[in-house]
């Protein structure tokens, strides 16, 4: 039997959460220890994804699980979906990105900006993995500035035509659907750009998979390219309207990430918990060692904090009262923190901390990419000091 | 098919256990609770045979404190249609006391199969579900490792030393589950939500004193750490003289 995962609860942060609550996060929990857990090590060091996992993904209701369920969604409040996104990336920050994508950047805009045909249409295929989807929205000259987006879709007699390249796109080459963000207008107008449904299977679209990559190992990255790529008139997300459309979803997106960083730091933490009480040098366990004691007496405390303001953040989130900046605020701290486990727990193993076998390295290395991705820290720490001083510092 | 799973909240077998001041019982404060392992192994048979039936009912029964419920709700978010609870100030030490509270509720109530888990994890028993057979004056059979019903009959397969045994049995009748029977599915997050909205129903019970008492309870001594004593063929000089010398077992 797999070794059980007995989480991080210092302030009984449990005690906090409802019967359901603990119910999907110990089923997720479960599922991760019995089904990722042996196999990780071996798909990141291999680079794949672990693709024969989506169809139990879809059958315990992983995806858009905070979306009603009129459209077969698990109708989950946003602690529990959060709790899901801790636990997934407690296994991989990879597995957890792929589940993010698919609730939070596809379905999310399908479901909030979508006509009531595309719902019926798109929603219960993803929710079950038959349909897996991709979020275009940044492109190679484009990251941190997605408004400066090149890509364009020309309305035509029949539908509309689009142009363009989009870079850094999980789950872009596995997808069957891709929410393409484009242009409109003119090339200097955001309030033009759009969403739409581009079935991958269409002729001009083509996905690449990125090689290289030292970080997400087990998650496919990749760039599309559309080139006159011709999709129906109702291809287009008929309410979606500007630059802050794309924003909504990263909002969404962000949030799960902030429960997902203090998943990663959770493993990290526990690995090193029970490295520093097992591992013997000088004749005795190097967790009586001050140094050690003060890594994880950090760690902890790290952890606890982020524990709650996730945990505050989705309660707002529930009575319909965060905000895109208090999102913000977590990612940037979560990630922030979680990396920093990452790095202390890989220091703690010494050179066993190097090895696929533990942990810590791998998600150091994919919380290097968590930090980047979904807003750079340095975009957050940019929101925070506009919402400080009311000053922007884009333009 | 009218299945009853007879079901028992269990401390998680990871947790540490601590024992409380009173030394005969386990202290609960920050202990984790689970459904019993091997009952999972029944509620996913009765799930399964009411799905093959592709009719019939899957009642979850529980004798224990107000804290089962969440226990009974894991049974119905895996799949189970509604719920009992006979509640009661704790668990009597004797098996026979719980047997005869679940024996009162099972009686007369039509069920063609009562499944249990072949033991509960935490006191390791093994006597809850063959003195609710004996109670109910109903076949029995143990450790089920793999199990058909046709035609109101049922054939059971146990593993037993060196080999399997092959029982067949009328029903109704009452069977303890083993590992390896199935596979138990995992409360799917749907399940958990559709869970809230099954019936559970609560019945007060005040099982008897019964003829046993649990005086003591102590932690197993703690293990000593091992010792590597090298690797490889050079290893073996070593190891077969601390065999010798220290173990004493050669």
């Not at chain 1, 000088?282 to 003060?294: V, W």
């Not at chain 2, 000089?237 to 050669?250: D, F, G, I, T, Y």
Request: aromatic letters at 6%.
């Amino acid at each position: 039997m797999a070794a059980k995962f007995q989480g991080v609860d210092f302030y009984d942060v449990d005690g906090l959460l409802s019967e359901e609550e603990r119910a999907v996060r110990d089923t997720v929990r479960s599922w991760v220890d019995e089904r990722l857990m042996p196999i990780i090590g071996e798909h990141y060091v291999e680079g794949r994804f672990p693709k024969q996992l989506i169809p139990q993904m879809a059958e315990l209701g992983l995806f858009g699980a905070n979306l009603p369920e009129e459209y077969g969604c698990a109708g989950l409040n946003n602690v529990a979906y959060g709790l899901i996104m801790q636990e997934l990336e407690r296994g991989d920050s990879g597995v957890r990105s792929f589940a993010s994508v698919q609730g939070a950047l596809v379905m999310y805009p399908i479901y909030a900006f979508g006509s009531d045909e595309q719902k019926r249409r798109w929603l219960p295929k993803m929710v079950s993995g038959e349909v897996i989807g991709c979020f275009g929205l940044t492109e190679p000259d484009y990251g941190s500035n997605p408004g400066g987006m090149i890509t364009v879709a020309k309305e035509t007699k029949d539908g509309w035509v689009l142009n363009g390249a989009k870079m850094w796109i999980t789950n872009g080459s596995t997808a069957q659907a891709a929410i393409v963000w484009a242009k409109t207008g003119k090339l200097d107008d955001v309030n033009s750009i759009r969403g739409f449904i581009v079935p991958t299977d269409m002729k001009g679209f083509s996905a690449k998979d990125q090689k290289g990559k030292l970080s997400l190992r087990a998650s496919d990255t990749s760039e599309l390219v559309l080139e006159d790529v011709c999709v129906p008139k109702d291809a287009l997300l008929p309410k979606s309207s500007g630059l802050k459309s794309p924003l909504m979803c990263l909002t969404q997106a962000r949030y799960g990430i902030a429960w997902g960083a203090v998943g990663a730091a959770m493993a990290c933490y526990d690995e090193a918990v029970s490295y520093a009480k097992n591992r013997l040098m000088f004749g005795r366990p190097i967790g009586g060692f001050q140094l050690q004691q003060a890594r994880l007496a950090e760690m902890l405390t790290e952890i606890t904090k982020a524990q709650l303001l996730c945990l505050q953040l989705g309660r707002l989130k529930d009575q319909g009262k965060a905000t895109p900046q208090q999102v913000s605020l977590a990612k940037r701290n979560n990630v922030n923190i979680a990396t920093d486990v990452a790095r202390e727990t890989r220091r703690l193993l010494g050179a066993n901390g190097i090895l696929a076998e533990y942990q810590a390295m791998r998600h150091l290395a994919n919380l290097e990419s968590v930090y980047t991705y979904e807003g750079t820290h340095d975009v957050h720490t940019l929101i925070l000091g506009q919402e400080i001083t009311g000053l922007s510092a884009f333009n | 098919m009218k299945i009853a799973v007879c079901i028992k909240r269990v401390p998680d077998s990871e947790t540490r256990v601590k024992i409380a001041s009173d030394g005969k019982s386990i202290d609960e404060a920050g202990v984790k609770f689970i459904l019993n392992p091997y009952d999972e192994f029944a509620v996913e048979e009765a799930l399964r045979l009411k799905e093959k039936a592709g009719t019939g009912e899957v009642v979850v029964v529980a004798l224990g404190s107000v804290a089962a419920q969440e226990t009974i709700r894991t049974a119905l978010a895996m799949g189970a249609d509604r719920g009992v609870l006979l509640q009661s100030q704790g668990l009597p030490p004797d098996g026979l006391e719980t047997a005869k509270g679940l024996a009162a509720e099972l009686k007369d109530a039509g069920f063609d199969l009562i499944l249990f888990g072949k033991m509960a994890i935490d006191d390791y028993n093994h006597q809850v579900g063959p003195m609710v057979a004996e109670l109910l004056d109903l076949p029995c059979v143990t450790t089920v490792a793999h199990l058909e019903i046709a035609g109101g009959r049922g054939t059971a397969e146990r593993e037993i030393e060196g080999g399997v045994e092959v029982v067949e049995f009328p029903l109704p009748a009452v069977l303890t589950t083993d590992k390896g029977l199935n596979e138990p599915r995992y409360p799917a997050l749907k399940g958990i939500m559709a869970a809230k909205k099954k019936p559970l129903e609560v019945k007060l019970t005040a099982p008897g004193p019964g003829a046993l008492e649990i005086i003591a309870l102590t932690l197993p001594p703690e293990r000593q750490a091992g010792k590597i004593v090298g690797e490889g063929s050079a290893a073996v000089a070593e190891l077969v003289r601390l065999l010798r010398e220290e173990a004493k077992v050669l």
